[in-house]
């Protein structure tokens, strides 16, 4: 009887003070400082209702978001993944992002606890966004998404603070070395090569190949 008194005494004293490992659709608003936040932005498929779109124009099948959300949430960090509206602007959504991010520097959370992370149309997202934070070098993950970000239409677009990009060989969005290559004041740079033979299908479901690299990466980053 004493230990389960115990138990929902800590249960509810962890619910109320918020832990890490919480996963939000939306921005939010109680925010521990002492804790990491990592942004998640999804491909452009599953923008508008449907958070499990098929791609069956190039025969990708499934965009689990959902399942996605679900493996890259973890008890050392809180997962923010927004579902965003159909034909966003990718550029407004920028500068929305960056405000979220100086939202969380202004509530005392370290720029070295936060991480942007997106794929393809998301990933473009968060180069833009990592662009407009130069002056915070928080930390930087590309899925897939250089083609745009290296693009002769897009040469001014630079990546900060420590960035991994993470793409597979059978896609036609492949290296980021020539965002690397502009990139020049990133902190680190790290890139690896997946081979499942998926094309960008690759990552629309939450497969360990490029799912346990990108926790494993967000981890190991230093809290202050």
Avoid at 158 to 169: P, T
Wanted: include cysteine; charge should be positive.
């Amino acid at each position: 009887m004493i230990k389960l008194i115990v138990s929902t005494i800590i249960c509810l004293f962890l619910s109320s003070n918020g832990i890490a490992g919480s996963v939000y659709d939306k921005f939010p608003d109680d925010i521990n400082p002492k804790e990491k936040y990592v942004f998640y932005s999804h491909g452009y498929i599953v923008e508008g209702e449907n958070p499990k779109p098929i791609n069956k124009k190039f025969g990708w099948g499934l965009y689990d978001f959902p399942a996605i959300k679900k493996s890259l949430s973890d008890d050392s960090y809180n997962l923010i993944a927004f579902h965003r509206p159909k034909n966003t602007d990718p550029f407004k959504y920028a500068n929305e992002l960056n405000d979220q991010v100086r939202d969380l520097v202004k509530k005392g959370v370290s720029p070295k606890n936060i991480t942007i992370m997106g794929f393809s149309r998301g990933a473009f997202i968060t180069g833009l966004t990592s662009d407009k934070l130069s002056d915070l070098s928080i930390n930087t993950i590309i899925l897939a998404g250089c083609g745009r970000l290296i693009s002769k239409k897009h040469t001014d677009i630079k990546v900060y603070g420590n960035v991994l990009s993470i793409y597979e060989k059978s896609d036609r969005a492949n290296t980021c070395k020539a965002l690397k290559a502009k990139s020049t004041n990133v902190k680190s740079f790290t890139e690896i090569e997946i081979n499942t033979g998926l094309e960008h299908g690759a990552f629309y479901r939450p497969i360990s190949e490029w799912v346990e690299p990108v926790k494993n990466w967000i981890k190991s980053k230093p809290s202050n």
